[in-house]
């Protein structure tokens, strides 16, 4: 079955530095790979898709690349602020459903 | 964009009684809504896909008679928990995917937690 896997351990960061954040996968290829936000005890909140035959996709200071190769997708906050500390989940798309990874927990300090 | 809502946000409950949590699509018309059950510090867990009109379809492992679930209508899907046990407690998250949008973007509840004393 599909394995998600992302940095398992927190991720520290100072402010204005790029954060980069990494999904991996095992098998097939799904036909496009999201990226989430999720707050304590809130919902999800989407934030990009990335289709298998896009290399790289942005918005605002967001940044996802998709390496079907590699089966990896990077994630970039560049110019990183103390507002973007939360925790960050890829999901893939996979037969209809969304398939999660068990999220990497950003903190920028100021 | 598209908005979600579940209620109640919290519930504290006895072990051995049922619970019902409500999921709605509020400006657009969902076809399609899927219920999560996540763990402190873990992913999100598929349950189940609920469509309108018919069976839901559950993920294996989950008991499909301890986990109801109900899509009455286009805007409305309920998950009752029956007979809820402590180690049911977790939190339980909805989306419902808008068929207009071409991403097959889900948009996602803002999650119900679930206390069983």
């Known amino acids: 079955s599909q394995k998600i896997e992302q940095n398992s351990e927190a991720l520290n960061i100072q402010e204005g530095k790029t954060a980069t954040l990494t999904c991996n996968y095992t098998n097939y290829s799904p036909a496009y790979l999201q990226w989430y936000r999720q707050d304590p005890g809130r919902g999800p909140v989407f934030l990009l898709l990335?289709?298998?035959?896009?290399k790289e996709k942005r918005k605002e200071r967001l940044k996802v690349t998709f390496d079907t190769t590699l089966k990896q997708s990077l994630f970039h906050i560049t110019a990183s602020q103390p507002a973007d500390s939360a925790t960050y989940l890829c999901?893939?798309?996979?037969?209809?459903?969304?398939?999660f990874g068990q999220g990497t927990e950003l903190s920028v300090k100021p | 964009g598209a908005v979600v809502s579940q209620h109640p946000s919290w519930v504290i409950c006895k072990s051995g009684t049922s619970v019902k949590i409500e999921c709605r699509s509020l400006?657009?018309?969902?076809?399609?809504m899927f219920w999560y059950r996540q763990f402190p510090k873990q992913s999100l867990m598929l349950m189940a896909t609920s469509n309108e009109g018919s069976k839901a379809t559950y993920e294996q492992g989950v008991e499909k008679d301890k986990f109801l679930i109900n899509h009455a209508s286009l805007t409305l899907s309920t998950l009752t928990v029956t007979s809820a046990h402590p180690e049911d407690s977790s939190f339980y998250i909805c989306?419902?995917?808008?068929?207009?949008?071409?991403?097959?973007?889900?948009?996602f509840g803002p999650g119900t937690r679930l206390t069983v004393l």
């Open positions: 400006d657009f018309q969902a076809t399609t």
């Open positions: 989306s419902a995917r808008d068929p207009t949008s071409g991403n097959n973007e889900q948009f």
């Open positions: 990335i289709r298998e035959n896009e």
């Open positions: 999901a893939l798309h996979m037969g209809g459903k969304l398939i």
